[in-house]
């Protein structure tokens, strides 16, 4: 990983002495830029995207102090370590309260420049990994909320429970940092209620205290989905319509046979197709193909992930005799081939 680090002084012999510094420290470090005022370090940094901005105070035509406002006025987020003098010190302070990570006392030591620099380093790497386990995480938590969502419509109480636990296994067993992991369960909430808007919105929630405490994040996450599918109990009149239910057992139960037609369904339970149609759409949203096919894909996936079977096999005890009618309609579903999405279960 190289980071990108900028030189800004009008002093030529520090610029120089900084990058005789840095360059034999670490082949990690590359000096993208070396700017003799703000103004030109500005145009060096929107050019370079630099990690790291080193800086005089004292320059001219455009100072530090300056320089790092407009920097941050222009959204920049990188770190800067500012250099200043002796009699410098008041600036020093209030380039400290524009963000600035840290700063160097001229004459400079090698061994200060180098800990310093070191240190923002560490902290980028910190950072770069904490993304990238995050970024690893976004596909099964967006999977799991939306298979609670689908279980908080069902009422189904034990799927909710169980889905919940495997969501917070992922974050518990993952390496990111409690705000990202707070991130990460906001993000989760809204995929939920996005599933469960277009038949039922649930209050919007938010997180019933100040601070950063991951632990109490978790709580309230269960506890708000406790109560959502307890509303919903309540408010659908839950176990009063067997017929619809018996219908969705069936399909439980049968997903397997590629034959499965809506006759196969109906015929036992003496309803008609029309009034089926209603009542499957108020009970899970979903026309009688898009359930069947959400069924399917639910056990397809576990499969995949849980099981050793080739992926033709997968699809076969899934109701997809045809593989790559299976593998279509697997990613259209999913956004991942069956091979994709296994590889990617196995990754976490």
């Given at each position: 990983?190289?980071?990108?680090?900028?030189?800004?002084?009008?002093?030529?012999?520090?610029?120089?002495?900084?990058?005789?510094?840095?360059?034999?420290?670490?082949?990690?470090?590359?000096i993208v830029g070396?700017?003799?005022?703000?103004?030109?370090?500005?145009?060096?940094?929107?050019?370079?995207?630099?990690?790291?901005?080193?800086?005089?105070?004292?320059?001219?035509?455009?100072?530090?102090?300056?320089?790092?406002?407009?920097?941050?006025?222009?959204?920049?987020?990188?770190?800067?370590?500012?250099?200043?003098?002796?009699?410098?010190?008041?600036?020093?302070?209030?380039?400290?309260?524009?963000?600035?990570?840290?700063?160097?006392?001229?004459?400079?030591?090698?061994?200060?420049?180098?800990?310093?620099?070191?240190?923002?380093?560490?902290?980028?790497?910190?950072?770069?990994?904490?993304?990238?386990?995050?970024?690893?995480?976004?596909?099964?938590?967006?999977?799991?909320?939306?298979?609670?969502?689908?279980?908080?419509?069902?009422?189904?109480?034990?799927?909710?429970?169980?889905?919940?636990?495997?969501?917070?296994?992922?974050?518990?067993?993952?390496?990111?940092?409690?705000?990202?992991?707070?991130?990460?369960?906001?993000?989760?909430?809204?995929?939920?209620?996005?599933?469960?808007?277009?038949?039922y919105q649930l209050?919007?929630?938010?997180?019933?205290?100040?601070?950063?405490?991951?632990?109490?994040?978790?709580?309230?996450?269960?506890?708000?989905?406790?109560?959502?599918?307890?509303?919903?109990?309540?408010?659908?009149?839950?176990?009063?319509?067997?017929?619809?239910?018996?219908?969705?057992?069936?399909?439980?139960?049968?997903?397997?046979?590629?034959?499965?037609?809506?006759?196969?369904?109906?015929?036992?339970?003496?309803?008609?197709?029309?009034?089926?149609?209603?009542?499957?759409?108020?009970?899970?949203?979903?026309?009688?193909?898009?359930?069947?096919?959400?069924?399917?894909?639910?056990?397809?996936?576990?499969?995949?992930?849980?099981?050793?079977?080739?992926?033709?096999?997968?699809?076969?005890?899934?109701?997809?005799?045809?593989?790559?009618?299976?593998?279509?309609?697997?990613?259209?579903?999913?956004?991942?081939?069956?091979?994709?999405?296994?590889?990617?279960?196995?990754?976490?």
């Amino acid at each position: 990983m190289i980071y990108r680090i900028l030189l800004v002084d009008d002093e030529a012999m520090s610029k120089k002495s900084l990058r005789k510094i840095l360059m034999g420290a670490s082949p990690h470090y590359r000096i993208v830029g070396e700017a003799s005022d703000g103004a030109e370090a500005l145009q060096v940094a929107e050019r370079e995207q630099p990690h790291l901005i080193i800086t005089d105070i004292s320059m001219p035509v455009m100072d530090g102090i300056e320089l790092i406002q407009r920097l941050r006025q222009d959204g920049f987020e990188m770190d800067i370590i500012i250099l200043s003098g002796y009699g410098e010190f008041e600036y020093a302070q209030e380039a400290l309260r524009h963000g600035v990570a840290d700063y160097i006392l001229k004459p400079m030591r090698q061994e200060q420049v180098l800990r310093l620099v070191e240190k923002r380093f560490d902290r980028f790497m910190k950072s770069r990994q904490s993304a990238m386990i995050k970024n690893q995480l976004i596909a099964p938590i967006s999977l799991a909320a939306e298979r609670i969502g689908n279980e908080l419509w069902m009422v189904n109480e034990a799927g909710v429970r169980q889905d919940v636990s495997e969501l917070l296994r992922l974050l518990d067993d993952s390496d990111v940092a409690a705000e990202e992991r707070i991130s990460l369960l906001r993000d989760a909430a809204s995929l939920i209620q996005n599933r469960l808007q277009p038949q039922y919105q649930l209050v919007a929630w938010a997180f019933p205290f100040e601070g950063s405490d991951y632990g109490q994040a978790a709580a309230s996450f269960s506890e708000w989905l406790e109560a959502g599918l307890h509303e919903i109990r309540d408010k659908r009149n839950w176990g009063k319509r067997s017929v619809i239910q018996q219908a969705i057992d069936y399909l439980k139960e049968n997903f397997s046979d590629s034959e499965l037609n809506l006759e196969k369904v109906l015929t036992p339970l003496g309803i008609s197709p029309t009034h089926f149609y209603h009542m499957l759409m108020e009970e899970t949203g979903m026309s009688y193909i898009a359930y069947l096919t959400h069924i399917r894909m639910e056990h397809a996936k576990e499969l995949l992930q849980h099981s050793d079977l080739k992926t033709y096999e997968v699809g076969q005890r899934c109701g997809y005799p045809d593989y790559p009618h299976f593998t279509k309609r697997f990613k259209r579903q999913i956004g991942l081939t069956p091979t994709e999405y296994r590889k990617n279960m196995q990754h976490l």
